[in-house]
Nanobody, 119 residues
Framework: VQLQASGGGLVQAGGSLRLSCVAS????????MGWYRQAPGKQRDLVAS???????NYADSVKGRFTISRDNAKNTVYLQMNSLKPEDTAMYHC??????????????WGQGTLVTVSS
């Protein structure tokens, strides 16, 4: 199973970006999916997550600005980021709990996509 993230880039403060992450490979189904971010010298933190049923959870720092969504038919999770701030600058990684056999679920990480917000 591979997770391919895209959509990062350089944007001015107040701008928007939309991240995408597509899962491919031996996938029976995908349970939870999420986005994490890691700034230089800092730990990787949860940004937002979404269950297979669509329930969402957000870090306090992004509530009201970011929206996570998913397309189960496409095995894809999205992160719409609005009103971006310089402190949102980080490498963004997608994560997924993938059922690869009826009795086996494994957790996978994408390679990351860099988001840089200039002031």
């Amino acid at each position: 199973v591979q997770l391919q993230a895209s959509g990062g880039g350089l944007v001015q403060a107040g701008g928007s970006l939309r991240l995408s992450c597509v899962a491919s490979g031996n996938i029976r189904s995908i349970n939870g999916m999420g986005w994490y971010r890691q700034a230089p010298g800092k730990q990787r933190d949860l940004v937002a997550s979404i269950t297979s049923g669509g329930s969402t959870n957000y870090a306090d720092s992004v509530k009201g600005r970011f929206t996570i969504s998913r397309d189960n038919a496409k095995n894809t999770v999205y992160l719409q980021m609005n009103s971006l701030k310089p402190e949102d600058t980080a490498m963004y990684h997608c994560n997924a709990d993938v059922r690869i056999r009826s009795w086996v679920t494994q957790n996978y990480w994408g390679q990351g996509t860099l988001v840089t917000v200039s002031s």
